[in-house]
């Protein structure tokens, strides 16, 4: 398909999808709530059965789990899921930003200082809300460029897996923002070096901070 030619509109399944899965990455809809496709399917404007199918991607996602005399329910994970969840992103983050230090163009690298120069402007107007969803556009950027084959949509999939409340985001704390803004700049410049271990380094370092946070609040 050209880029002139106009996208497919998007299925009535796919739209249903794709709330749910925002909904639940985000944690408006809490780990476990019952998700009963018909309240679903009302609440959309669409009928039942795009709904199931929307439910049965998630489950495939193990963001939803089917139980005797229950129906879905979003999957409510503890502690050790926590903590995985992070671990992982650590690794495959910190690959992205490892592989991005070998292949980065300067436009690409102007593109990231800029999405950077942004967050800096927002918490310095104490704009907190926009920070996180920020964030999580610097670091797929960083991903996508360092392994655009498969890594990103790794990176992705790893994200989504895993619901993250917004007021859980440490970016809300002011304590946090400063020292996150500072590894967002240590990252930037070993990107720019060409410094494929320090880039890793920083980011493992600073995921597994954020999980750290996370776990104790």
């Given at each position: 398909?050209?880029?002139?030619?106009?996208?497919?509109?998007?299925?009535?399944a796919?739209?249903?999808?794709?709330?749910?899965?925002?909904?639940i990455?985000?944690?408006?809809?809490?780990?476990?709530?019952?998700?009963?496709?018909?309240?679903?399917?009302?609440?959309?404007?669409?009928?039942?059965?795009?709904?199931?199918?929307?439910?049965?991607r998630l489950?495939?996602?193990?963001?939803?789990?089917?139980?005797?005399?229950?129906?879905?329910?979003?999957?409510?994970?503890?502690?050790?899921?926590?903590a995985?969840?992070?671990?992982?992103?650590?690794?495959?983050?910190?690959?992205?930003?490892?592989?991005?230090?070998?292949?980065?163009?300067?436009?690409?690298?102007?593109?990231?200082?800029?999405?950077?120069?942004?967050?800096?402007?927002?918490?310095?107007?104490?704009?907190?809300?926009?920070?996180?969803?920020?964030?999580?556009?610097?670091?797929?950027?960083?991903?996508?460029?360092?392994?655009?084959?498969?890594?990103?949509?790794?990176?992705?999939?790893?994200?989504?897996s895993?619901?993250?409340?917004?007021?859980?985001?440490?970016?809300?704390?002011?304590?946090?923002?400063?020292?996150?803004?500072?590894?967002?700049?240590?990252?930037?410049?070993?990107l720019?070096?060409?410094?494929?271990?320090?880039?890793?380094?920083?980011?493992?370092?600073?995921?597994?901070r954020?999980?750290?946070?996370?776990?104790?609040?």
């Amino acid at each position: 398909m050209s880029p002139t030619e106009p996208r497919p509109p998007m299925s009535k399944a796919d739209y249903a999808y794709t709330v749910l899965l925002e909904e639940i990455r985000s944690g408006r809809i809490p780990g476990g709530t019952a998700l009963r496709a018909g309240e679903v399917a009302k609440r959309l404007g669409v009928s039942v059965t795009p709904v199931r199918e929307a439910l049965r991607r998630l489950e495939k996602d193990r963001l939803i789990s089917y139980e005797a005399h229950h129906g879905a329910t979003v999957v409510d994970l503890g502690d050790e899921a926590l903590a995985e969840y992070y671990g992982v992103r650590a690794v495959v983050e910190g690959l992205g930003a490892r592989l991005a230090a070998g292949r980065i163009t300067p436009v690409e690298l102007a593109e990231l200082r800029e999405l950077h120069a942004a967050m800096a402007r927002d918490a310095a107007q104490g704009r907190h809300d926009r920070l996180g969803e920020q964030s999580r556009r610097f670091h797929l950027r960083i991903v996508d460029i360092g392994g655009p084959a498969f890594l990103g949509a790794h990176a992705r999939s790893v994200r989504n897996s895993f619901p993250v409340p917004a007021e859980a985001s440490l970016w809300l704390d002011e304590t946090q923002v400063k020292a996150q803004l500072e590894a967002h700049e240590g990252i930037l410049a070993a990107l720019e070096s060409g410094d494929a271990e320090t880039a890793e380094r920083i980011m493992i370092d600073h995921v597994r901070r954020a999980g750290e946070f996370r776990q104790h609040h």
